[in-house]
């Protein structure tokens, strides 16, 4: 490896305090890339289905990739765990500056393992690793703890992963907080930092990343930016939050629990307009990157004057508002930013509040166990009153704090009819009925109910065609090939790491030029995407071996039951007639088994069946040993 | 004698740090933005980011201090350069200089010398934060026209 990656990790075990560098095998590189790729790759070897996700047998790892840390712009972080959600494979991505951070530090990544006996942080600052003691900051929201940090260390340049009091208190969906509060969002790494009893990561860096060809990637740079001068960009205008005009038009927004997929003047009142309005005051953007999609602000008017934080992005405005029937922007900023203070990621507060509210309505929640919360769709104090209790694990918060899957089967009387969710992973705001193709990608995300893995929609509308077939617009048929893949290419991308909306600029071949520049590795689209292939089918290996079938790649009941009542897609609902269709296809396009099992042929075309021995699912080339 | 110097905008930053990385690319051959000449200056949220950059002062107290006389102004544009021949490695223009836009790079200093007129954080700065002006004229130098903010309609 010539330029690109450092070289090496760092593994911490926090059961002993001891700290060694592990080797990056240029191998690794090859057949992985970095980031996603590396942490299944990692994951696989280090954390086996006998290990519970909140012991301090699993890992949480910190990992980048070889773009990382260098000028091309909207590269950034992976957090990889086994999820004490889900129990699937869990990455979750974050911008920001923390992982270029990392990479100055000289660390391709850190896997931390154990458990301190007492509150500890990590304090990494050029070749000094230290395990210190976080009892000062033990407790404190997110925002709490940058100001103690900082003010402890007297420098504000140090870069931050830190938890809230949630991922203290175990909520399984505890986020981790990047700096500057960017979050490593779904699945609940947060909560594993917390059973290591690890606040913070703590990054000061002071080693150069080194790249093969500087001249050609500075070249690269400038096309790069010239293109994203001459491109009019929605996520520079707004972030995410013109998605709520789309998604609302359409009848994707998730309006109370997901009931229905039309909230009326849902721009108006909680996307774009009131944001610019009444919030907004600069753009900000994440290291390298041109599209600045942040918008900083401090709110203007109400009982929230005052308050500070950055965007209320997409999903936050859907599961937060829609999903809950908020309808003024401040109380859904309020409730938005509590969450990141508390350190919960969003979507899935969002889903279990609405869950908690349908119960309630419904009489599966008595007003005792609410702690005497009278819980209604719309009301903003009950409804931040129950955040609260989440984080606290108070009351019935205790219940939801472990994600609606667990609740529904602790409150048992038919809660699972509200408990929204696939392999225990909150649906996020694209709300599927209507889109065949999002129900598809829902039902086989590696990480459960993930809109991200492929956002196959807009390609679905415009029947666009992919390598082997076409979709088309509310047919089944042709959607197994477009999400597969989609996920595909996500998965090659998330290993250099690349942001989704740098896409917009930094096409694929663009970023392989970028890759070729830094490292020296001059690798084709094609050759690209079967990375990503046999990326993706690594995740489905690890989540077999988790005791995961294809009796899991399955949609909620309230998708597969009750009809869209709403809406230009009013009366759909995914029959098992379109599931079946969509998911033997879909196995058929990556050459798995009607089981759902990667069939020997496809494994040994990506290569993996040297990797993994599919009798025992046992990895045959570990990691350190490779 | 020419008379070049960085002017920057609070206004038009957005904290990307490029300007960091493509400098810290010249000064060390490798990315680390925490390396550069000139810095984004950061808030305890992370929310604030404002440039600093190398003044090229009229009255430079990194030259003043220098135990060896190792800084002279550079004839063609008017910067405030380290002769590296020179420098001893003393240190006494990091500790005078209030902004801290100079580095150590083994066992000598470097600071900003604009690039030999052509600085790359000008050219590579997204939005046009940071402006290259010739004092004498007033114009605007090298410097590309940032974009016209678009996102918060700044």
Known sequence: MTGGYCGRLLLVDMDTGRTDDMQVPSRAAERYLGGKGFGVKLLYDLVGPEIDPLSPDNVVMFLTGPLTGTAAPAMRGVVVTKSPLSGTFCDSYYGGHFAHELKYSGYDGVIVRGRASNPAYLYIDGGKVEIRDAGFMWGKDTYDTYDAIKAALGDNRVKIACIGPAGERLVRFACVDCSPHRQAGRGGAGAVMGSKNLKAIVVRGASAVPVSDSVRLMDILHRCHERARSRPNSHTQAGTTGAVDFANEMGFFPVRNYKYGTMENASDLIGTSPQRERFWLRDLACSGCMIRCTKHGILKGGRRRGLEGDTIEYETLGLIGGNLGLQRFEEVAYAGNLCDRLGMHTISTGSAVGFAIECYDNGLISRDETGGLDLRFGDSDSIISLIGKIAAREDIGDLLADGVKRAATALGRGAEDYAVHVKGLEVPAWSPRGANSMGLEYMTSDRGACHMRSWPISAEMSGESYPGGRATYRDPHGIGGLVAWQQNLSAACWSLVQCDFGRDVVDIEMALEFLSAATGMDISPHEFALIGERIWNMTRLYNLREGFSARDDTLPKRFREEPLPDGPSRGHRFTDEICDTMRSEYYRYRGWEESGVPSSERLAELGLEEMVDTSTMESTTIWNLD | ?154
Request: charged share 25%.
């Open chain 2, 1 to 154: 004698m020419a008379s070049l110097r960085l002017m920057t905008s609070f206004d038009l930053c957005t904290g990307c740090k490029t300007c960091e990385m493509v400098c810290s690319l010249r000064s060390t051959g490798g990315f680390n933005a925490n390396r550069a000449l000139l810095r984004i200056e950061e808030d305890r949220q992370g929310f604030g980011a404002d440039p600093v950059v190398c003044a090229q002062c009229q009255n430079p107290l990194c030259e003043r201090a220098c135990l060896f006389s190792a800084f002279e102004r550079d004839e063609r544009t008017g910067a405030i350069v380290i002769d590296s021949a020179t420098c001893r490695g003393c240190g006494m223009c990091d500790r005078a200089c209030p902004l801290h836009v100079i580095q150590k790079k083994g066992r000598k200093y470097v600071k900003c010398d604009l690039c030999g007129g052509d600085p790359l954080c000008v050219r590579f700065c997204p939005t046009g934060a940071i402006t290259l002006i010739d004092m004498d004229t007033g114009r605007v130098g090298t410097a590309r026209q940032g974009d016209k903010k678009e996102g918060t309609g700044a």
